[in-house]
C-alpha cells in the first residue's frame, strides 16, 4: 500500500541528505563540473586547449570556499538574473539553473525582464523568480526573459537608477548572461557599486543603514554568444546549436547545388565542420584559397589560381562548390568582403552557376542543443556558487569551460584579451589575432585548411595505411574515415579501405580485437604494425576519452525525443513517460539524456534499483502533482545527476 505523506517525507529527507553529500563531494575536488562522461583525467584544465590561453592568465580557476550546509548557503542573499545583448540557444537553460540552485540553497532569486533596461526601469521589470516559473523553457530557444539594447545604463545616472532598484529589493548578487559588451557593463557597474550608493543617500533616495546592508556587489558572468569570440572558455552557450543549425542548412544546400552543378556562397558565422570548399575567415586572409586582397586589388592571377583549383574539383567528378564566408570578413587592407563579390569574380571568371544565401538570425533561433543545454546549466550552477562564496575583494568572474570543466576566470582579464583580437584585427595583425583566440581556435582553422584542399605530393611514401570501422555503426565514423584518409593522401601515404571491417568482430568487440591483434603480435610478425584505435561508441563508455564519436549525435536525438514526449505530457494529467535509451551498461546517455531535457529522475546501470524506487517516485509524482514541480529538471538544475 502505498501512503503518500509518509513517503512525500521520506523522500524529501533522501533527497536532502543525497544533495548534501554530493555537494560536499563536489567542493571536495577540483572545484569545477566535469562535463565529460570521464573523470580520468585530473589535470584537464591546465592541459587542455583553451581559448585565450595565449594570454598567460596567471590563475585558472579563481579561490573558492569549502561551503557548510549547502541548503542554507544563500539564506538573508538575493539574487538577480539577466541576458543582455544578441540572444542565444541556451541561455534559458542557464536562467533555469541558476534560478533552481540559487532557490535550493535558500536565497531569494529576481527575474530582471529586457536585460539592463529592466534593470533600470525596476518595477514589474524585477520580479520574484519560483521553482515553478522556469518549468518548460528548458528547450525553449531565445530567451525567456529578454534582452533589450540599452543607452541609458551606459550613462552613470542609468546606473545609479539601476543601483536604486537593486538596494530597495535587497539585491547584492547579479548574475549576468551575455557577450563580453554586457559583461563590461556590469564590471563597471561592481566596480562604482559604492560610489552610486553614496550619491543616492546623499539625495535622499535610500537611507545609511540601506548603503550599509547593500555595500558591495557580487557579480558573476556567463557568456551567451553564438559567435565563440570570447577568449577564456572554450565554448560559449549558443555556439554549438548555431553549428548545427548552419550544418543542417549546407547539408540542405548541398543536395541542390548538387543537382544543378551549382556554386552556393553562404553568408554566416564561419564553420569548420561542413566539409565546405572555401571559407573566409576575418582573422585569416591570404593568397591560398580566395585571395582577400585580390577582392580590393582586383589581382587576376589570383583567381586564376583558385579558378584552376576548383576546375580540378570539377575534373575529378565534383558537381558543386560551397564556399562559407564569415560575417564580418575583411581583406589584409581593412576593406569588407561580401558574397556578392565574391559572386561576381567567381560567375565570370570561373563561369560557374552561382547562387548566394545569407543566414542570418536563422542561426541563433530555434531549440537548443543538448550539448548547450547542458553547459549552460553547469555554468549556471557554478554561477550561484560563486556569487554565494565571494567576497568584497573577489573580483568579478566569468563562468567559463576549460576542456570539460567549468571554472572561474577573472572576468576583465578575459576581456581584455577579447579586446586584443579587434585590435590586431584593426592593427592587421592577422597571424596575432589567431594565437589571441587560443590553441583550439587556431587548431580548428588549420585542420579545417589542412582538409578542404588536399594536394599530394608529387613524391610518395612507401607506407601504406588501412582504415577500417569495426562494431556498430554510429554517427561521424565518415568524418573520421574522411579525415584520415585525407591527411594520409597529404603525407604522401597510400590509404586502403578495408570494407565490413573484420569478420572475427562482426559483434562490435572492437576494443578487444585491436587488444587481440597486439597480444598476437608475438605469434604472427605481420601483426607489428601500428595500431590506432578511435573510439567510436553511441555508449561513450569507452575509459580514457571525454567523448567518444557519435555519443553527442546520439544525445541530440534523445533530448529531441524527450522535447516532443514533454509536448504531449503537458496536455494531459497524471501521465508519467519512460525512455529508455541505449548505453552498453553505461549511464552516460540517461544521465546526460535527463540533464538535457529536465527529466524528473534517471536510472542507471551504475546505481542498482528496483520496483519499489519506482512506485515510490509514481507515489509522489501522482499524489503531490511533482512532474513538473520540484523534481522537474532535477538531473539539470543541478550537479551531476
Given at each position: 500500500m502505498c501512503y503518500p505523506g509518509?513517503?512525500?517525507?521520506?523522500?524529501?529527507?533522501?533527497?536532502?541528505?543525497?544533495?548534501?553529500?554530493?555537494?560536499?563531494?563536489?567542493?571536495?575536488?577540483?572545484?569545477?563540473?566535469?562535463?565529460?562522461?570521464?573523470?580520468?583525467?585530473?589535470?584537464?584544465?591546465?592541459?587542455?586547449?583553451?581559448?585565450?590561453?595565449?594570454?598567460g592568465f596567471s590563475s585558472r580557476t579563481m579561490a573558492q570556499q569549502a561551503p557548510s550546509d549547502p541548503t542554507k548557503m544563500g539564506e538573508g542573499r538575493a539574487i538577480a538574473v539577466l541576458t543582455s545583448g544578441g540572444d542565444a540557444q541556451g541561455m534559458n537553460a542557464a536562467v533555469r539553473a541558476t534560478v533552481r540552485v540559487g532557490i535550493y540553497t535558500g536565497a531569494k532569486v529576481f527575474f530582471v525582464h529586457e536585460g539592463y533596461q529592466g534593470l533600470v526601469d525596476g518595477g514589474d521589470h524585477i520580479r520574484p523568480a519560483t521553482w515553478e516559473s522556469v518549468s518548460m523553457m528548458l528547450q525553449l530557444g531565445g530567451t525567456v526573459i529578454g534582452s533589450a539594447r540599452c543607452q541609458d545604463f551606459r550613462t552613470k545616472e542609468g546606473r545609479t537608477k539601476a543601483a536604486f532598484n537593486l538596494v530597495k529589493l535587497g539585491i547584492t548578487n547579479l548574475c549576468v548572461i551575455g557577450g563580453d559588451g554586457?559583461?563590461?557593463?556590469?564590471?563597471?557597474?561592481?566596480?562604482?557599486?559604492?560610489?552610486?550608493?553614496?550619491?543616492?543617500?546623499?539625495?535622499?533616495?535610500?537611507?545609511?543603514?540601506?548603503?550599509?546592508?547593500?555595500?558591495?556587489?557580487?557579480?558573476?558572468?556567463?557568456?551567451?554568444?553564438?559567435?565563440?569570440?570570447?577568449?577564456?572558455?572554450d565554448m560559449t552557450i549558443g555556439?554549438?546549436?548555431?553549428?548545427?543549425?548552419?550544418?543542417?542548412?549546407?547539408?540542405?544546400?548541398?543536395?541542390?547545388?548538387?543537382?544543378?552543378?551549382?556554386?552556393f556562397i553562404l553568408e554566416l558565422w564561419p564553420v569548420a565542420l561542413t566539409g565546405c570548399s572555401s571559407q573566409r575567415c576575418p582573422q585569416k586572409m591570404d593568397g591560398r584559397n580566395i585571395c582577400a586582397e585580390g577582392l580590393a586589388d582586383v589581382n587576376v592571377l589570383s583567381y586564376i589560381v583558385f579558378g584552376l583549383l576548383k576546375k580540378?574539383?570539377?575534373?575529378?567528378?565534383?558537381?558543386?562548390?560551397?564556399?562559407?564566408?564569415?560575417?564580418?570578413?575583411?581583406?589584409?587592407?581593412?576593406?569588407?568582403?561580401?558574397?556578392?563579390?565574391?559572386?561576381?569574380?567567381?560567375?565570370?571568371?570561373?563561369?560557374?552557376?552561382?547562387?548566394?544565401?545569407?543566414?542570418?538570425?536563422?542561426?541563433?533561433?530555434?531549440?537548443?542543443?543538448?550539448?548547450?543545454?547542458?553547459?549552460?546549466?553547469?555554468?549556471?550552477?557554478?554561477?550561484?556558487?560563486?556569487?554565494?562564496?565571494?567576497?568584497?575583494?573577489?573580483?568579478a568572474c566569468v563562468v567559463s569551460l576549460s576542456g570539460n570543466m567549468a571554472v572561474r576566470l577573472p572576468l576583465m582579464e578575459c576581456v581584455q584579451v577579447t579586446k586584443d583580437v579587434t585590435t590586431a584585427m584593426a592593427e592587421g595583425r592577422f597571424e596575432d589575432a589567431v594565437k589571441l583566440r587560443g590553441k583550439s581556435f587556431e587548431n580548428n582553422w588549420n585542420t579545417y585548411q589542412m582538409l578542404a584542399h588536399v594536394h599530394p605530393p608529387d613524391t610518395k611514401s612507401n607506407i601504406?595505411?588501412?582504415?577500417?570501422?569495426?562494431?556498430?555503426?554510429?554517427?561521424?565514423?565518415?568524418?573520421?574515415?574522411?579525415?584520415?584518409?585525407?591527411?594520409?593522401?597529404?603525407?604522401?601515404?597510400?590509404?586502403?579501405?578495408?570494407?565490413?571491417?573484420?569478420?572475427?568482430?562482426?559483434?562490435?568487440?572492437?576494443?578487444?580485437?585491436?587488444?587481440?591483434?597486439?597480444?598476437?603480435?608475438e605469434k604472427y610478425e605481420e601483426l607489428c604494425i601500428p595500431l590506432v584505435v578511435i573510439p567510436a561508441t553511441v555508449s561513450n563508455n569507452v575509459p580514457g576519452s571525454d567523448f567518444s564519436i557519435g555519443a553527442d549525435t546520439a544525445l541530440n536525438t534523445i533530448t529531441m525525443t524527450c522535447d516532443r514526449i514533454k509536448q504531449s505530457a503537458a496536455g494531459t494529467k497524471r501521465?508519467?513517460?519512460?525512455?529508455?535509451?541505449?548505453?552498453?551498461?553505461?549511464?552516460?546517455?540517461?544521465?546526460?539524456?535527463?540533464?538535457?531535457?529536465?527529466?524528473?529522475?534517471?536510472?542507471?546501470?551504475?546505481?542498482p534499483f528496483n520496483i519499489h524506487d519506482l512506485e515510490v517516485c509514481a507515489c509522489e509524482w501522482t499524489q503531490n502533482g511533482w512532474v513538473d514541480g520540484w523534481m522537474d529538471g532535477w538531473m539539470d538544475g543541478w550537479m551531476d545527476g
Open positions: 509518509v513517503l512525500s517525507v521520506l523522500w524529501l529527507l533522501c533527497v536532502t541528505l543525497l544533495v548534501c553529500l554530493l555537494f560536499w563531494l563536489r567542493k571536495k575536488g577540483q572545484g569545477g563540473d566535469d562535463l565529460s562522461a570521464s573523470e580520468c583525467d585530473s589535470e584537464t584544465s591546465s592541459s587542455s586547449d583553451q581559448a585565450g590561453d595565449a594570454a554586457s559583461l563590461t557593463g556590469a564590471n563597471q557597474f561592481r566596480t562604482e557599486w559604492r560610489e552610486l550608493l553614496a550619491d543616492l543617500v546623499k539625495a535622499g533616495k535610500i537611507t545609511a543603514n540601506e548603503a550599509k546592508g547593500s555595500s558591495h556587489l557580487n557579480i558573476v558572468g556567463m557568456v551567451g554568444s553564438i559567435d565563440n569570440d570570447f577568449c577564456g572558455t555556439t554549438d546549436s548555431a553549428l548545427h543549425r548552419i550544418i543542417e542548412i549546407v547539408d540542405a544546400i548541398t543536395t541542390t547545388a548538387q543537382s544543378h552543378q551549382r556554386t580540378k574539383q570539377r575534373c575529378r567528378g565534383s558537381r558543386l562548390n560551397i564556399i562559407i564566408v564569415a560575417e564580418g570578413a575583411i581583406n589584409r587592407n581593412g576593406k569588407p568582403i561580401t558574397c556578392d563579390q565574391i559572386k561576381e569574380l567567381v560567375s565570370k571568371k570561373l563561369g560557374f552557376d552561382t547562387r548566394t544565401t545569407i543566414l542570418g538570425h536563422v542561426q541563433r533561433g530555434g531549440t537548443p542543443s543538448a550539448f548547450d543545454r547542458i553547459l549552460a546549466s553547469r555554468m549556471g550552477v557554478e554561477a550561484v556558487m560563486a556569487l554565494l562564496e565571494a567576497t568584497p575583494e573577489t573580483p601504406n595505411i588501412a582504415v577500417l570501422n569495426v562494431g556498430a555503426p554510429c554517427a561521424g565514423m565518415n568524418a573520421a574515415v574522411r579525415s584520415a584518409v585525407r591527411v594520409g593522401l597529404l603525407q604522401g601515404h597510400q590509404m586502403l579501405a578495408v570494407h565490413e571491417g573484420f569478420d572475427g568482430l562482426a559483434h562490435g568487440m572492437a576494443f578487444v580485437g585491436g587488444l587481440e591483434m597486439v597480444q598476437a603480435r501521465r508519467v513517460f519512460l525512455v529508455e535509451t541505449m548505453g552498453g551498461y553505461c549511464g552516460y546517455l540517461a544521465t546526460m539524456a535527463g540533464l538535457a531535457s529536465g527529466a524528473d529522475a534517471a536510472y542507471i546501470y551504475e546505481e
